[in-house]
């Protein structure tokens, strides 16, 4: 049996388990790369949030799930420049910290400063791929419907 919590505009599935799962690999997480992930993903996912606040001048609904965040746009009319917009803005983001933390480091380099860095350049590529559920597949979708009409 599947469980909803809303909180807002939040809304999270079966979030027992969620929970669960995440405090067992927080605990576990002596070096504290998983922590700099999820932030990583948290700050993708803000990148999503503000183009979308700015096209909609509201906070979209976001789903929490056990394989990661969603921005929920069904039953919304979204024109192929606005879906490729917000598409983009999750890989931009980390695209848009990698570049600014790669000059930071370029003054002082850390082992988490490092780690900061790779994460968000693997979560920006990862979400480039063109997988049906991931950014990429959505850019493209956006491109190949543009140049066929």
């Known amino acids: ?20 799962a995440l405090y067992l690999l927080l605990w576990f997480d002596a070096s504290g790369f998983l922590r700099i992930g999820l932030c990583a993903a948290i700050l993708h996912e803000i990148g999503h949030i503000f183009v979308y606040l700015l096209l909609f001048r509201r906070f979209p609904v976001i789903e929490v799930t056990m394989t990661g965040f969603c921005m929920r746009t069904w039953g919304q009319t979204l024109t ?13 983001m980390n695209g848009l910290l990698a570049t600014i933390w790669a000059m930071r480091m ?18 920006g590529a990862f979400n480039l791929l063109p997988i049906p559920p991931l950014d990429g597949a959505q850019m ?4 190949l419907q543009s140049l066929t009409k």
């Open 1 to 20: 049996m599947r469980r909803l919590v809303r909180l807002g505009p939040l809304v999270f599935r079966d979030p027992l388990l969620l929970c669960g």
């Open 80 to 92: 192929r420049g606005q879906t490729f917009l917000l598409a983009a803005a999750g890989p931009g």
């Open 140 to 143: 493209l979708r956006c491109l």
């Open 106 to 123: 370029e003054q002082c380099a850390t082992i988490r400063g490092s780690a900061f860095l790779a994460a968000n350049l693997l979560t």
